[in-house]
Structures are given as C-alpha cells and as structure tokens.
C-alpha cells in the first residue's frame, strides 16, 4: 500500500524524509487551472494532425526529449521523457471532426513534473483566413496534495509547471506548423 | 420553537424581497478558487448575494430549517457555517484534516463531515461544531448521502472504489459495497430504494439496491462528477467533467440515452423541482449553465465567481 505523501510527511516527520519519498498516487480536493493559446498560420487540418498523433508531442514540444505511445485511440498510452524524469499521460477521448483531444496523467512523478494529477484538453479551431487557434487547458493538483505542501510541490508550483508546458509547447507547435525549427532545432531533413 | 419559527418566517419573507417573485428560488453556489458564496435567484438570473468566504470552499450542505449553510474547506481544515437570511458569516471552526464532504442530519441537531486525508467520517454537534464522534471508512472520502428513513449515511470512499454504509444509530460502518473506480459524489435527490453514485475513474452511474447491496453500473462519460435525478421522469442528468458533456440517462438503460456537450468543466448539478431545469456549475468558464431538460439544450449561462464547483438549490 502506498500512502500519500501527506500522511508519510506527518509518519516522517521531517522534510528529508518526504523529499526520499516516492510521490503521492491520490489527489486532493482543490484543483487548479492551466491555459494556453496561440494563433498559427497553418490550416486546421494540418495542425490537428500534428496534435493527434499521440506518440508525435516530441516532435513539436521542445520540452518532451522523447516520447512513445501504444496507440491514437482512447484507452492509448504515452510515455513523456521530460529533462527530470519521465511521465505517462492517458488518452481518454478523440474528436477528430471537433478538432479535440482529451487525456489526462495516468501515471505521475512529481520529480519529473510537480503534479499529482491532470486532465488536459487540447482543441484546434478554425481562425480564418487558413490559420488556426490552439486552445490548450488544464485542470490539476499540486504535487503535494497535504495541507503543508513544500514550496516546490504548492499550487503555485504546480500551476506554473503546466503553465511553461503548454506556452512552451505552443510555441514549438506553431514553429513545426509553419515550418520554423522547434526550439532551434531544424525541421527533419533540413 | 416559537422563535424559531419566527426566524423561519423572517427568512422567508426576507428571501422573497431579495428575490423579487415568490415564485423563484434561490441557487446557492461554492466557488472554490473565488472563496465565495455566491446567490442567483432563479427567475431573472440576478445575483441575490455574494459573501466571501475563508480559504477554498468546497462542499455545501443545507441545515433541515435552510436557516444555515455549513461549508467545508478542505485545504484550510475549516468548517464554516453561514447565516443564510443575514448572510453572515457566523463561524469558522478549524476541525483540521482535510473535511470535504458534508451532510446534515435532519434531525437538526447533527452534522457528518468526511475527512479526505484521514479516511474517516466525523460526526459534530450541529451548534457547537464539537466533534461527538467519528468512523473509519475507505481511502478518501469525497460525497456523502444520508438517507433519514432508514438511519444510514453513505461515503463515497474515491480512493478505495467502494460505498460505506454507516448505520447513525451506533455509528458503526456495516458494509462495504464495491461500486467502480473512483466513487465521488451521489445522486442527493433521495430515492427510497436505490442509491446512484457516479465512479469518475471507470466512467460510469452505479446504482445501488439499499436493500440487496446489489450493484449495477451505466457507462457516461469521462470524470462524471456530478448527478442529479429528474423526479418526473426518474431520468438521471450526469455531469461529465474531463468530457464536457452532459449525459441524460434512463433508469434501467444500459446507456445513455441522451448527450448534450457543453464545454468547459461541468461538476455539480441540481435540479429544479418547479420548472424542467437544471443548473450545472462549470468549473473551467466560471458559470453556472441553465439546462432545459425538455430540448435538452443549455438555455442560459450565468457568470459567478472563480472555480465553481458545488451547488444547491435554495426552495
């Protein structure tokens, strides 16, 4: 049985202790939120396709070294490598026609991401004049979801962590849509 | 008891002016990342009160006279009590944990309060807020349901995919009744034989036989958090958080037989008992969504304060 971090912290007693330990599996009760957006000069079919393809997000979003999926449907699975860790997200629903992917974290690590738990949407809408508007957002719980979290692991942690991921991400997906390199690095086979 | 039926008629005589028609009532809604308590009356959509609130307020149960509103605050280890025709804020006590979900006893007298981190039930002295018991139920207890005919009071314990059944006579905790994944809040409308509880890991309404424990499961939509019935057509209107959809599902069914997508964070829902409405809080716009049961279409959408999540209707 894993306790949550909350309760080995009082078990503990000492923030060295909860600092060795593995990350909390239950979230609390107070979420927050996370949003992005960005206009791109691509056409909304094009830029949907880079969303939906699940196991692709390294291929755009400059902080995800890596990347693997076990699928593009509901149910699949992808594995982020992030510069501290990795993390796993789960894909809960696709709307191809609505330009709107749904998932959330099926499996944290608040090393790697000082999240206990998201649910994250992702829409592509059309903005006119062959350009679209990304929408991303978020609803999430701070990595430490006990009443004493550390400064690391609070709310503001937690809300900026997703915030710098999407904003990042953003940019990279309007850079790879344009045909601009992605946080520098040249577009494949250039 | 006289004075207290003075109060009663105060209230509701102040109530009526604040509203405007008699015939309106008054929604009453938790926003958590706003801290307030926020009233709409339900005619014209005007707001009828504001009152800020002490840290993250989540859940919100009614005392049986509807003279007071008790309030939990997960994040801050407070219970909050509200004087509704004043509209004061009469105490905040810090019973510590983490409370979360809150039920009146209608006998007036008693509170039961879950503490999300603690895994147990508190059961408090409706006036003083003193604790005068408590039980162990399964990992994280989110709703609470208490049914008054037969004495017994139900958690939703999320973390342990399971129902607690509390017997409030000696407050012992006399079955377990596994329900789905991630048990979160009940249908509170009440219905004398079957308990509905929304699972919003697995997705779907678990109905429960009070009398058999048995169990049967409807599949919704992602992260149902909410669910009210419709008592004229004993339909049940599910709020699918992570979906952005409403789902309109008929007892018996194996499926939903309706969907309506709203967008947003849909969460809490009540439903109105004079008009074919329900109201929705939706979390991520900040409103509140009128739904029009009969088109099945959201009619209106009223802005309140941050980070809506529970609510109730005011008769």
Redesign the interface.
């Known amino acids: 049985m894993t306790l949550?971090l909350?309760?080995r912290l009082a078990i503990c007693g000492a923030i060295a202790c909860a600092l060795a330990s593995s990350p909390a599996?239950?979230h609390?009760?107070?979420?927050?939120?996370a949003e992005a957006e960005v206009v791109i000069a691509a056409p909304p079919e094009a830029v949907w396709k880079l969303v939906a393809d699940f196991g692709a997000i390294a291929g755009w979003h400059p902080d995800v070294k890596s990347a693997q999926a076990t699928g593009n449907g509901p149910g699949a699975e992808r594995v982020l490598v992030l510069e501290k860790g990795e993390i796993t997200d789960g894909l809960?629903?696709i709307d191809p026609a609505g330009h709107r992917m749904?998932y959330?974290l099926s499996k944290e690590n608040v090393e790697a991401f000082p999240v206990s738990f998201y649910?994250a949407?992702i829409t592509v809408d059309d903005a006119g004049g062959g350009k679209s508007k990304v929408e991303w957002?978020a609803?999430l719980y701070r990595g430490d979801?006990?009443?004493f979290p550390p400064d690391e692991l609070n709310d503001e942690a937690a809300t900026s962590a997703m915030t710098v991921f999407f904003e990042d991400g953003l940019k990279g997906l309007k850079a790879k849509a344009e045909g601009q390199p992605v946080d520098g690095k040249a577009p494949v086979g250039q | 008891m006289k004075r207290r039926r003075a109060l009663r008629i105060v209230t509701a005589l102040l109530f009526m002016l604040a509203a405007g028609a008699a015939s309106a009532s008054e929604l009453l809604v938790v926003c958590?990342?706003g801290a307030e308590l926020r009233g709409v009356e339900t005619q014209h959509f005007t707001t009828t009160r504001q009152l800020k609130l002490p840290k993250?307020p989540?859940a919100l149960a009614l005392s049986p006279d509807r003279a007071s509103a008790f309030i939990t605050h997960?994040?801050?280890?407070l219970l909050t009590r509200v004087d509704l025709a004043r509209s004061a804020l009469i105490t905040s006590a810090a019973i510590g944990g983490?409370p979360?979900g809150i039920v009146a006893d209608p006998d007036g007298r008693t509170l039961y309060v879950g503490d999300?981190?603690a895994d147990r039930v508190r059961r408090l002295d409706a006036a003083s807020l003193a604790e005068t018991g408590s039980v162990a139920v399964g990992?994280?207890p989110?709703g609470l349901a208490l049914d008054p005919a037969r004495r017994e009071l139900y958690s939703a314990d999320?973390?342990a995919g399971a129902v607690s059944i509390i017997d409030l006579e000696t407050f012992t905790r006399v079955a377990t009744v596994p329900v789905g994944e991630g048990p979160y809040s009940f249908d509170t409308s009440g219905d004398r034989r079957t308990l509905r509880v929304v699972n919003v890991r697995s997705g779907d309404l678990a109905e429960i036989d009070k009398d058999s424990h048995a169990v049967t499961r409807l599949a919704v939509g992602?992260?149902p958090y909410g669910a009210a019935s419709l008592s004229r057509t004993g339909e049940v209107l599910v709020a699918n958080?992570?979906?952005?959809t409403l789902s309109l599902v008929a007892a018996g069914a194996s499926r939903p037989i309706r969907t309506l997508r709203v967008g947003g964070?849909p969460e809490g829902v009540a439903v109105d008992p004079s008009h074919p409405r329900a109201y929705v809080a939706d979390?991520?716009s900040d409103q509140v969504l009128v739904v029009d049961l009969d088109a099945l279409q959201v009619a209106a959408r009223i802005g309140v304060c941050k980070?809506p999540r529970s609510l109730t209707l005011l008769p």
């Open positions: 949550p909350s309760r599996l239950a609390g009760p107070t979420p927050q939120k809960d629903e749904a959330r649910t949407t957002a609803r979801t006990g009443n | 958590q990342s993250a989540a997960p994040d801050a280890g983490q979360f999300w981190s990992r994280s989110a999320r973390e992602k992260m958080q992570q979906s952005g964070s979390w991520f980070g």
